[in-house]
């Protein structure tokens, strides 16, 4: 076997989705990554990455693209890094969805798990009710010399160069560099200039032309590093202030309950699934105590007080836990507390037993907290994931702790991406 070079082409036929958002093809049995690829798809491409088992390539033709090949809706795609399967019809990347789950669980957990995972799917454009905008770079030259993404300290620097080199220019009788908005480029995190997202829920979308205007509003020195918009029953709302656009509290209404949030919050982003999302985390489960743990706003506390005596929300971001609290004096949940700490800390002072602990990490997962998990020795648990590995990783921790593995099933939050949601549903093998 010749040994592949750097800048090398090659003519692979891709075989399948790739859980990271490539298509994984072969060449003299190395696997070789290739970017935009479609299972089925002839391709050209150049080697951009040696690894020991593997190469990363760039796509530089498809010389016969396979059936699963659809053209992508969005102008931009290629470019942004928002997005890695609009290329991809939506029934082909829900089925390589239901694969990347099964795959954590069988590589990466090592649990036996011969049937498919099913993957809940609704609406896979117009579905998401929350964006972040970006105005300045976030990677380039670190302050050790190496390149990357850069730390707050090293992009406040960045953005106070650019803003010197902008009045350097007007100073010298020309003009300022123009203002670019959006989202990061493909493979890096350098800002890409958009225009349109069809993946963002139509009253977000329209209001790209308002944000952009307010924005050139603003005295260069004054733009802010990032923008975030959210949306819910009442239209869209943004933040920091901007001239002549709405900032205010964004409500949504699930499962019968309403919640009031802030544009910079976190809450699950696709609003056609969402409710499906809580109904299948909370199933059939009822009990006298529940512990909601990274409870967030309260997105799955207030329906666990419809079917337990008394719930527990543990969160520890202090924006999130106050509008947590808010939702709760809102939705007249008195059976619910909502309790300020991190998982571990609440875990490390408690005192009782739950009949459930429902959980929904952040993307690192619960690696911290699995331990006390184990000593609390819950009756039911639920795994609520956004990342199948970590998801994978907790729970062969779990299962070896004395839990047995029920079920899972997978929820497509985030079409024409690779991301899935995940839900796992356990119980102590010996009460």
Request: aromatic share 8%; with cysteine; hydrophobic share 40%.
């Amino acid at each position: 076997m010749v040994p592949l070079t750097l800048g090398q082409t090659l003519e692979v036929t891709v075989e399948r989705l790739g859980f990271g958002g490539f298509s994984i093809a072969h060449h003299d049995g190395i696997t070789v990554f290739v970017p935009f690829g479609a299972p089925g798809d002839r391709v050209r491409v150049e080697v951009s990455e040696l690894q020991k088992n593997f190469v990363r390539t760039r796509l530089l033709e498809v010389l016969s693209p396979g059936p699963n090949r659809v053209a992508p809706r969005c102008q931009h795609f290629g470019e942004c890094g928002g997005c890695q399967f609009q290329h991809v019809d939506y029934a082909t990347q829900v089925a390589a969805k239901g694969d990347f789950v099964r795959d954590a669980l069988t590589r990466t957990g090592g649990f036996e798990w011969p049937q498919p995972v099913v993957v809940h799917q609704a609406d896979p454009w117009g579905y998401r009710v929350r964006t972040q905008l970006k105005l300045h770079s976030t990677s380039g030259e670190r302050a050790d010399g190496s390149h990357g993404r850069l730390r707050k300290p090293e992009r406040r620097e960045l953005v106070r160069n650019e803003n010197a080199a902008a009045d350097a220019a007007v100073a010298a009788g020309g003009k300022a560099p123009a203002l670019v908005l959006g989202f990061h480029r493909a493979f890096t995190h350098q800002t890409l200039d958009i225009h349109q997202c069809p993946v963002l829920a139509p009253e977000l979308e329209q209001g790209l032309p308002g944000v952009r205007a307010a924005v050139a509003q603003l005295p260069r020195k004054e733009w802010p590093y990032q923008i975030d918009g959210a949306c819910g029953t009442a239209g869209a709302s943004w933040a920091p202030d901007l001239p002549g656009m709405r900032k205010d509290l964004v409500e949504h209404q699930v499962s019968g309950f309403r919640y009031l949030i802030e544009p910079e919050s976190f809450f699950q982003g696709n609003r056609h699934l969402v409710g499906e999302l809580v109904a299948g985390a909370i199933g059939d489960e009822r009990g006298e105590l529940a512990f909601d743990l990274y409870a967030g706003v309260g997105l799955f506390s207030l329906p666990l007080s419809r079917r337990f005596s008394r719930v527990v929300a543990v969160e520890d971001e202090r924006r999130a836990c106050t509008l947590g609290r808010v939702a709760v004096k809102t939705n007249g949940c008195d059976n619910v507390t909502y309790l300020r700490a991190t998982t571990e800390a609440f875990l490390r002072d408690n005192k009782e037993r739950p009949d459930l602990v429902l959980m929904d990490p952040p993307r690192l997962g619960a690696k911290p907290a699995i331990p006390l998990l184990l000593q609390l020795r819950a009756k039911r648990m639920v795994y609520v994931s956004c990342d199948p590995q970590t998801l994978a990783r907790d729970l062969r921790q779990l299962v070896d702790g004395g839990y047995e593995l029920e079920h899972v099933e997978a929820y497509d939050m985030f079409p024409q991406t690779y991301h899935v949601e995940a839900v796992a549903r356990l119980r102590l093998a010996k009460p």
